[in-house]
Nanobody, 125 residues
Framework: QLQLVESGGGLVQPGGSLRLSCAAS????????IGWFRQAPGKEREGVSW????????KYADSVKGRFTISRDNAKNTVYLQMNSPKPEDTAVYYC??????????????????WGQGTQVTVSS
């Protein structure tokens, strides 16, 4: 059974740092691209970042570009989202999702079949 589990969320101060992890089980992660999405209260789920199966191509939403970094360790079947200098507007539930999806369509959440349960990130002083 394919499963994704996010971890690493919590409370972080503006300007701090936090690393989210997305661990896969039941399948070999390197066949799949991974997207990170987030959903704030009252808002739609939006794409944050994406990484290709090999890790050679990454994508970022303009709102996080230069602050967040996505990476993957296929040997550990895990993808990471390093969040540096978070802002209060980054507060949301963060989800990882897996799919064989082209980079040009990375933020289209309806294309992803496999989702984690989400981890809460709160940015506040």
């Amino acid at each position: 059974q394919l499963q994704l589990v996010e971890s690493g969320g919590g409370l972080v101060q503006p300007g701090g740092s936090l690393r989210l992890s997305c661990a896969a089980s039941g399948f070999t992660l390197d066949r799949y691209a991974i997207g990170w999405f987030r959903q704030a209260p009252g808002k739609e789920r939006e794409g944050v970042s994406w990484i290709s199966g090999s890790g050679g191509i990454t994508k970022y939403a303009d709102s996080v570009k230069g602050r967040f970094t996505i990476s993957r360790d296929n040997a550990k079947n895990t993808v990471y989202l390093q969040m540096n200098s978070p802002k209060p507007e980054d507060t949301a539930v963060y989800y990882c999702a897996a799919e064989i999806v082209a980079g040009s369509r990375w933020s289209e959440r309806e294309l992803y079949r496999y989702w984690g349960q989400g981890t809460q990130v709160t940015v506040s002083s």
